[in-house]
């Protein structure tokens, strides 16, 4: 299914539930059987504006690790990684994993635009290759608005 923001589109699956935050400006998609846990795995999109161009993306990952190295110790013994790569139309994407010791995994995925970013996080409990496709095909499926 897709869904259309101000500040682009992007598909999930058509039995993903969407819950708008009201307080935030984020977007949490699930399946249907999660959204009766506590503690359930979900996809978030949020949308931000920021400093850096889209030609100066490697500065806007570097800035982005600095943040995720701050708050490393938010997290359960974390192991971190990521990597880049230009998605749709173009589009830079830079993913970081923080795999915790309690079996927590946090994928967030940044698509970088002109001055700003959207931001795709998954976090899952336990491995979940369902909510791992939807992202990827969200992520795939991103286009900005105009």
């Given at each position: 299914?897709?869904?259309?923001?101000?500040?682009?589109?992007y598909?999930?699956?058509?039995?993903?539930?969407?819950?708008?935050?009201?307080?935030?400006?984020?977007?949490?998609y699930?399946?249907?059987?999660e959204?009766?846990?506590?503690?359930?795995?979900?996809?978030?999109?949020?949308?931000?504006e920021?400093?850096?161009?889209?030609?100066?993306?490697?500065?806007?990952?570097?800035?982005?690790?600095?943040?995720?190295?701050?708050k490393?110790?938010?997290?359960?013994?974390?192991?971190?990684?990521?990597?880049g790569?230009?998605?749709?139309?173009?589009i830079?994407?830079?993913?970081?994993?923080?795999?915790?010791?309690?079996?927590?995994?946090?994928?967030?995925?940044?698509?970088?635009?002109?001055?700003?970013?959207?931001?795709?996080q998954?976090?899952?409990?336990?491995?979940?290759?369902?909510?791992?496709?939807?992202?990827?095909n969200?992520?795939?499926?991103?286009?900005?608005?105009?």
């Open positions: 299914m897709e869904y259309r923001k101000k500040f682009g589109t598909d999930f699956p058509d039995q993903f539930l969407e819950i708008e935050l009201e307080d935030i400006d984020v977007a949490l699930a399946p249907p059987s959204k009766t846990e506590e503690n359930f795995s979900n996809i978030t999109v949020s949308y931000r920021n400093p850096y161009r889209q030609m100066e993306h490697k500065i806007f990952k570097n800035a982005i690790l600095k943040q995720l190295k701050e490393e110790k938010l997290f359960v013994d974390p192991q971190l990684s990521g990597f790569k230009f998605v749709g139309k173009g830079p994407m830079y993913q970081f994993e923080i795999k915790e010791s309690n079996g927590v995994v946090t994928r967030q995925c940044y698509l970088v635009g002109e001055k700003r970013h959207c931001l795709f998954e976090t899952t409990y336990e491995a979940d290759p369902v909510m791992d496709q939807a992202l990827e969200a992520v795939a499926s991103f286009q900005w608005g105009e």
